[in-house]
């Protein structure tokens, strides 16, 4: 069975992602279905990665960083 946030992720197609870091709450939506809801009171500041698993053929994207 998949999960909420895996039944709205759409394959082959853009997705839409929505990302709420508010205190030490951090709650992510994909498509607008609610996929992850987090607490972490233990890391006071930081940063939100997102990592892409698939380039398909286009080996001039692998390795690209963007900000």
């Keep these: 069975m998949q999960s909420a946030g895996q039944q709205g992720l759409k394959t082959?197609?853009?997705n839409h992602f929505r990302i709420?870091?508010?205190?030490?709450?951090?709650?992510?939506?994909?498509n607008s279905?609610?996929?992850?809801?987090?607490l972490d009171d233990l890391t006071p500041k930081g940063f939100i990665a997102l990592q892409v698993y698939s380039i398909?053929?286009?080996?001039t994207k692998a390795g690209s960083t963007l900000y």
Aim: net charge negative; hydrophobic share 40%; charged share 30%.
């Design 12 to 14: 082959v197609r853009w």
């Design 20 to 30: 709420e870091d508010i205190g030490h709450s951090i709650r992510v939506w994909i």
């Design 33 to 38: 279905i609610p996929s992850a809801d987090n």
């Design 56 to 59: 398909g053929k286009d080996l």
